[in-house]
């Protein structure tokens, strides 16, 4: 026959209990230790994202100059499109009033 052994008691509290726990007081911190530990903190935070922030600095960086310069770019060629055809027209007219101008030599 199987028989069946007493239920031990359970050592984990269940929701209708009570528990109270008792807690070590804590340690009292100065303002200085405080302080200190804030600005060693807030350094190993900024040496850790620093690599970060550099990198999209450059993104924003690259980018914004490479817009910059390709309109850049673009306006110096809008002028020297312009320019090279105002001189070229120029000397095209140039050359045909001397031509014309010129005496027959026959």
Known sequence: MISQAPMAEPKVPVLTDV???ERAPRPVVDAAA???LARELERAVL???APEVERVIQEKLARTLSQALGQALEGVRTELTVS???MV????AAS???ALQLPDTE
């Open 89 to 92: 027209r120029e000397a095209v």
């Open 19 to 21: 528990v109270t726990e």
């Open 34 to 36: 405080l302080e200190a």
């Open 84 to 86: 090279v055809t105002r």
């Open 47 to 49: 040496s850790r994202l």
């Open 96 to 98: 045909v009033a001397q």
